[in-house]
């Protein structure tokens, strides 16, 4: 049985999207993690033997199990992300992101008109402000002007006299 894995997953069939059922997957996680087992059990006996040669090739083995053991991990978390999905009704998940979208949108369009109605409000009181500091200036350069004829007037009162 392990072989027929080994040939599917050397044919990189889990890659290229051949469906195992979850059955399999699971069998040959397990099988991969007891061969994982049994390589770390012959490094141990490798190390206590000195025997560096069959170490190495013991790592290199190691190494390819825990990459295999990887993807079959991340295939099998595909698998459960397709299972939620499908058995999840997707109309529920549509309405829940419509719901949000609503209420992101009239959040959105409150906080507009606010923004508005407030720069509305700023330039009406910038406007009359404007307006009264217009007047303001009018009414002092006609002071400024009638004390200036006043000015003009006296002194030409004293150069008279």
Known sequence: ???????????????????????????????????????????????????????????LERKRISIAIDTVETALDQ?????????????????????????????????TGNVIDRAAKGLAYSSQLSEKMQYALQQSSTRLSQLSEQVIHQTKERKNK
């Open 79 to 111: 698998t459960h992300r397709r299972r939620f999905f499908s058995s999840t009704a997707i109309t529920t998940l549509s309405t829940k992101l419509d719901d949000s979208l609503s209420s992101i949108n009239n959040t959105s369009k409150n906080i």
């Open 1 to 59: 049985m392990l072989k027929r894995f080994k040939q599917r997953f050397q044919a990189s069939s889990l890659g290229d999207g051949v469906d195992l059922s979850m059955k399999e997957i699971k069998e040959l996680h397990m099988d991969l993690t007891q061969q994982l087992h049994i390589v770390e059990e012959a490094i141990l006996r490798a190390i206590d033997r000195n025997s560096y040669t069959l170490l190495s090739d013991l790592v």
